[in-house]
C-alpha cells in the first residue's frame, strides 16, 4: 500500500512537478489541497482541480480561507501600518502561514505519512511551511522535491515536458503568487540587484487613465465602505477596492530584505489596495490617536511584522501583540478621502468625530484657546528644567563656563 503524502498545490510549475515526481518516481498516493486566500477565482480553482487530477492526484481538496486569513492575519497588519522595510506590506509572507496552517490540519484528517511543498531552498516559504508542521504535525515526514533536488525552473520544465504534461510554460518563467493582500512576481530581473520587471510580467495591467477620488470608512480600524458601498465583511471591501486601484498600477515596486536564512533577496510586487488602506488607515490615525499610542504602536507594529515575515505566528507573544493592535482601535473610525492617479496616489484629508485636530482647542500656528501665552511661558521652564539643573550642575562641577 501506498504511503500517503498531502501536498500544497498551487497549480504552479513547482507543485505541478511535484506531483509527477511524488507520483511516479517515489511512488506516493498524493493528496493535493489549495487553500485560496484570496488570489483564484472559482473558474480558476476547478482548473487547478482538474490540472491537479489530470497529472495524478489521488484527492483534492479546496479550502476558501480568505476570510479566515483576513480575521487572523490581515487586520493586524491594518492596524499596526506594516510595512516590511518601509516598502513591503507582506503579500506573501502572511498567506503562506494561512496555507501552512490549513495544509497541516488536512494531513492530520488523512493522517498522511508525510507532507509537501514546493518551496526552493533560496528562500523564506520553505522555513515558514517546515516550521508550521514541526509544530502542527510534528513526527510527520517533510518532503520538498524542488529543494532537495536543487532545480532551476528550466530543469522543471523540461521534466515536465518529458512526461507530456500540457502547461503554459512560457508563462512559468515568473513565479506569481497572487493573494487578498498582494501579489509577488518573481522572474529573472528579481535575481540580481539591479533590473525592474518588465510591463508584461505584472499580473495587472495598466488600463485608467486621468484620476478619480475614493472614500474609505473605516470602523475601529477595519475598512467597512468603498465609495459609500458597504461590506459584510472587510475581505470583501479589501478585494473591490483592488478593482478600482489596481488598473492605474498603484502599488508596484520591488522589495529587498533580509530573508529568515540570512541572504539577502528581491521580489516584485503589486499591491494596491493595501498600499491605499494602509496609507490612508495611518492617516486616520495620527488624527485620532495620541503621541504615545502612535509611538508604542509603531514599535509593537515593527516587531510583530518582522516576526510574522519570519513564520512565527503560533509563537504566543503575537497573541499578546494583537490584544493591543485591537485595542488601539476603539476610535479608529472614520472618512479618508485618497486621490488615485496612475502609479501613485496621494491621501487628501479625513474627517472623523475622534479628530484631536479640532479648532475647538485651538489652531496650529495661529491661535489656542485651551491655554494663555503665559500658561506656555511657564510650561516652558518646567518642562526643561531638568535639563537645565544638569548644565548647571555640570558648569560648576568642571569650571565650564
Known amino acids: 500500500m501506498s504511503k ?36 483564484f477565482t472559482p473558474e480558476e480553482l476547478k482548473q487547478v482541480e482538474a490540472h491537479a487530477y489530470k497529472l495524478g492526484v489521488k484527492t483534492h481538496k479546496t479550502v476558501n480561507a480568505i476570510k479566515g486569513y483576513y480575521e487572523r492575519i490581515i487586520r493586524y497588519l491594518i492596524y499596526g501600518n506594516v510595512l516590511k522595510n518601509n516598502t513591503y506590506p507582506l503579500s506573501v509572507s502572511a498567506e503562506r ?44 515526514e517533510i518532503i520538498t522535491p524542488i ?15 518529458a512526461k507530456n504534461v500540457d502547461m503554459n510554460f512560457e508563462k512559468s ?19 540580481s540587484s539591479k533590473g525592474m520587471l518588465p510591463e508584461e510580467a505584472w499580473p495587472t495591467q495598466v ?10 470608512h473605516f470602523e475601529k480600524g477595519e475598512l467597512k ?18 478593482t478600482i486601484a489596481g488598473p492605474y498600477g498603484i502599488g508596484r515596486d520591488i522589495h529587498v530584505g533580509d530573508t529568515i536564512i540570512g541572504i539577502k533577496g528581491r521580489v516584485g510586487f503589486e499591491a494596491a489596495a493595501p498600499m491605499v488602506i494602509l496609507k490612508a488607515h495611518h492617516a486616520l490615525e495620527k488624527h485620532v490617536l495620541s503621541k504615545w499610542q502612535l509611538q508604542w504602536k509603531d514599535q509593537i ?20 501583540m494583537e490584544t493591543y493592535l485591537e485595542s488601539s482601535q476603539r476610535n479608529v473610525t472614520g472618512d479618508v478621502f485618497v ?45 526643561g528644567n531638568q535639563t537645565s539643573i544638569y548644565h548647571l550642575v555640570k558648569t560648576d562641577t568642571n569650571g565650564e563656563n
Request: proline share 2%; charged share 25%.
Open 207 to 216: 488600463t485608467k487613465t486621468g484620476s478619480e477620488e475614493v472614500k474609505l
Open 173 to 191: 518563467m515568473y513565479s506569481i503568487n497572487k493573494g487578498l493582500w498582494g501579489t509577488s512576481v518573481g522572474g529573472k530581473e528579481t535575481l
Open 147 to 161: 529543494r532537495d533536488l536543487k532545480l532551476s525552473r528550466e530543469e522543471e520544465i523540461a521534466y515536465l515536458k
Open 301 to 320: 507594529a515593527q516587531f510583530y511584522g518582522n516576526w510574522l515575515h519570519e513564520g512565527q505566528i503560533l509563537d504566543p507573544v503575537m497573541r499578546d
Open 225 to 242: 465602505k468603498v465609495n459609500d458601498k458597504k461590506f459584510d465583511h472587510p475581505a470583501d471591501a479589501i478585494q473591490y477596492l483592488q
Open 339 to 383: 486621490q488615485l492617479y496612475p502609479y501613485r496616489f496621494q491621501v487628501i484629508g479625513i474627517e472623523s468625530k475622534y479628530d484631536l485636530m479640532n479648532s475647538k482647542f485651538g489652531k496650529y500656528g495661529e491661535m489656542n484657546t485651551g491655554f494663555t501665552g503665559d500658561d506656555v511661558r511657564g510650561f516652558s521652564k518646567i518642562f
Open 97 to 140: 502561514l494561512s496555507q501552512a496552517l490549513h495544509i497541516a490540519e488536512h494531513a492530520e484528517e488523512l493522517n498522511a505519512d508525510a507532507v509537501a511543498h514546493g518551496s526552493t531552498g533560496a528562500g523564506n516559504d520553505q522555513v515558514r511551511f517546515d516550521m508550521i508542521f514541526h509544530i502542527m504535525i510534528p513526527g510527520v
Open 4 to 39: 500517503k503524502v498531502v501536498l500544497g498545490f498551487s497549480g504552479g510549475l513547482d507543485t505541478s512537478y511535484c506531483v509527477k515526481y511524488l507520483t511516479e518516481d517515489l511512488g506516493y498516493e498524493v493528496h493535493s489541497i489549495i487553500v485560496n486566500t484570496g488570489g
